[in-house]
């Protein structure tokens, strides 16, 4: 899988490369969710800035959503900052946005880290 997990203090930055598929990224997601360190972030960031291309269909944004909403029973409040600047990936990003809400996990979309470091510290305050 082209991806690489950068632990920090309060969360994980997650930096996807290359061609992904959706099921590379869910099965990343459930190997998360089993690391002993998931259990105490706070945030997840995932950047797909340098993706360059992609398998992933909104079939599978919606078994991502699924999975989040049963570990979240468990896990509590985390937040998921998506940056992803390519139109179709930013479109999957919103169909997992929408269907996240309402959840313990709270998502949003950004078109750059920046940004979506801000919003994440902004729990730390």
């Not at 950068?6 to 290359?18: A, C, D, I, P, S």
């Not at 291309?53 to 985390?78: P, V």
Request: aromatic content about 10%; charged content about 25%.
């Amino acid at each position: 899988m082209p991806h690489t997990n950068t632990w920090e203090t309060q969360g994980l930055y997650r930096k996807f490369v290359g061609e992904i598929s959706g099921d590379e990224i869910l099965e990343s997601n459930f190997e998360l969710q089993s690391d002993p360190n998931f259990k105490n972030i706070k945030y997840v960031i995932n950047d797909f800035t340098e993706v360059t291309g992609h398998t992933i269909e909104s079939a599978h944004t919606k078994a991502y959503a699924t999975s989040d909403d049963i570990i979240s029973n468990t896990k509590g409040k985390l937040k998921i900052a998506l940056v992803a600047t390519q139109p179709s990936l930013a479109a999957l990003a919103n169909s997992y946005r929408e269907q996240m809400k309402n959840n313990l996990f709270e998502c949003e979309i950004f078109q750059a880290i920046k940004e979506a470091r801000t919003w994440v510290s902004d729990e730390f305050l």
